[in-house]
């Protein structure tokens, strides 16, 4: 009789492990492992099925170089973006390591950065017959659609949103 009811609760617990939830950590170690395959099937030329393809693979970004990511038209409000207005003052243009403003230019050097959507910066100013230089952080929050620029001294943030 006990060896019966032992039995019956053997099995009743592999059925309960084979029914339960996973845990959150299960979860969590199975989504890294998933996005480790594609980050691996992307670096070696394949690509995992299902996951959306690049039109124009991303290209290395040279030492120094601002990552592409920050390229665009920004505002830090909504009538900064619109083209057909003469007092854009917010506006902000970043193409390659040019960052233009109303009326001034900035020349990009990376000088570190903890990722590809924040970096530090020593940007060259030219505008309005002076020339300077500071030392700011660039970072990229909201999926992408928020540029925060961070001055060091004095500390200040300017937020734009994507155009």
Request: hydrophobic share 40%.
């Amino acid at each position: 009789m006990i060896r019966h009811l032992l039995a019956g609760l053997l099995a009743a617990t592999a059925l309960g492990a084979c029914n339960r939830e996973p845990s959150s950590a299960e979860k969590d170690a199975a989504a890294e492992a998933a996005v480790a395959r594609a980050e691996k099937a992307a670096r070696d030329g394949k690509v995992a099925p299902g996951l959306p393809v690049a039109a124009n693979p991303a290209k290395p970004v040279a030492p120094g170089s601002l990552p592409p990511a920050f390229d665009g038209h920004w505002g830090m409000r909504p009538a900064d973006c619109d083209i057909s207005r003469a007092d854009t003052k917010g506006l902000l243009i970043v193409k390659g390591d040019t960052l233009t403003f109303y009326e001034a230019t900035a020349t990009a050097k990376v000088v570190g950065g903890p990722s590809r959507y924040k970096v530090v910066t020593d940007l060259t100013y030219k505008g309005e017959g002076q020339e300077w230089s500071t030392r700011e952080t660039l970072e990229l929050t909201a999926a992408g659609t928020v540029l925060l620029r961070t001055g060091q001294s004095p500390t200040k943030t300017y937020r734009y949103e994507r155009c």
